[in-house]
């Protein structure tokens, strides 16, 4: 006889989706992190698109745990030329961070909206 067993309580990951922008304005470039504030907990990544669009990926794609996250905003990269000088101008965003408040991340799906903050 098989036995079925069912965990009540236990949650469900979640999926994060959102819009970053600063001073008003969508960011059109870079990543953002969701670092857990709980010890265990894998980080999540998230890649800004053209319109400021992200949604967040974590090792395996298995979703974010449910918790607290600080928000971390890392801008493109500069591009550089064969001797490692700067190409074009630097990223107008590279003077911005995370928002210093943390994000709740719940089960299932999060729309969740991130405040770059000028250092």
Do not use: H
Request: glycine share 14%.
């Amino acid at each position: 006889m098989a036995v079925l067993v069912t965990f009540v309580g236990c949650g469900a990951n979640g999926t994060v989706t959102g819009m970053v922008t600063a001073g008003g304005e969508p960011v059109e470039a870079g990543s953002i992190v969701f670092q857990p504030v709980d010890v265990g907990v894998k980080p999540a990544l998230g890649r800004i698109g053209s319109d400021g669009a992200y949604d967040m990926r974590t090792a395996g794609d298995e979703g974010l745990v449910p918790g607290e996250y600080r928000v971390l905003y890392m801008p493109p990269d500069q591009r550089e030329d064969e001797n490692g000088r700067p190409l074009g101008k630097p990223s107008k965003w590279r003077s911005y961070q995370g928002p210093a408040e943390t994000v709740n991340v719940e089960s299932y799906e999060n729309e969740i909206p991130v405040e770059l903050q000028k250092r």
